[in-house]
């Protein structure tokens, strides 16, 4: 009797962590996605604040007159995005539909006008004049890893986004002007005290001698 009600114990505790395997598998493996989507989000916002911060210095500028969408810069800032994120898992062929997909995107708010027949970069990229905003976007298309999460999709889509303020870097004085800035206010110098001038001595009656007798 004693056996029986045993085996009957064993078995419902087997039965029961049976029910609960998958709901626990779940919530790990959720929490190791979850973690490793963080990190890679991390890694593509401190992409992007490391391309607008380039971008903000002006490096590699070309004059408006020989290239007015400084072409060499924006490619500049964004080589500067991918330099820091070699730790993801890019893939440079790959689609926008397709993980391992990785782009950065430079705005500003002075684009140049468009001009026909000149080449424009793709989506009018600009990566800012002087005392121009300039936003950077990083777009990743994550792969998922966990076997369980692949049946729902391939990759999940992170971005990073970072706005600066571009100096004025090509001369001084160059741009929109950034603001007005208050008037300088000079300490009004107080007076000193004049010096009293001493009083003048009054002289004293002089003695008249008296003759003698």
Do not use: C
């Not at 114990?9 to 029910?19: C, H, K, N, P």
């Not at 990759?155 to 571009?166: D, F, R």
Request: cysteine-free; aromatic content about 10%.
């Amino acid at each position: 009797m004693l056996i029986k009600r045993k085996n009957k114990t064993l078995g419902q505790s087997m039965v029961e962590f049976a029910l609960m395997l998958p709901v626990l598998m779940l919530i790990i493996m959720g929490l190791f996605e979850f973690g490793r989507m963080f990190q890679v989000w991390m890694t593509l916002q401190y992409s992007a604040e490391a391309a607008a911060r380039f971008a903000s210095t002006g490096q590699q500028w070309v004059d408006p007159a020989v290239d007015r969408w400084d072409s060499a810069r924006l490619a500049a800032v964004k080589a500067a995005a991918q330099d820091n994120a070699t730790t993801l898992d890019i893939k440079p062929s790959a689609g926008v539909f397709e993980s391992g997909y990785f782009q950065v995107f430079v705005y500003a708010s002075d684009p140049p006008i468009p001009t026909p027949g000149v080449p424009t970069p793709i989506l009018n990229q600009y990566p800012g004049g002087p005392n121009a905003r300039v936003i950077v976007d990083v777009v990743y298309n994550d792969p998922l890893i966990t076997p369980l999460f692949t049946l729902f999709g391939q990759y999940v889509t992170l971005k990073g986004h970072s706005e600066m303020i571009v100096e004025r870097f090509r001369f001084p004085g160059y741009g929109t002007p950034a603001g007005t800035l208050p008037p300088t206010i000079l300490p009004t110098p107080t007076s000193t005290n004049t010096p009293t001038p001493t009083k003048t001595p009054v002289p004293t009656d002089t003695p008249v001698p008296t003759p003698y007798p």
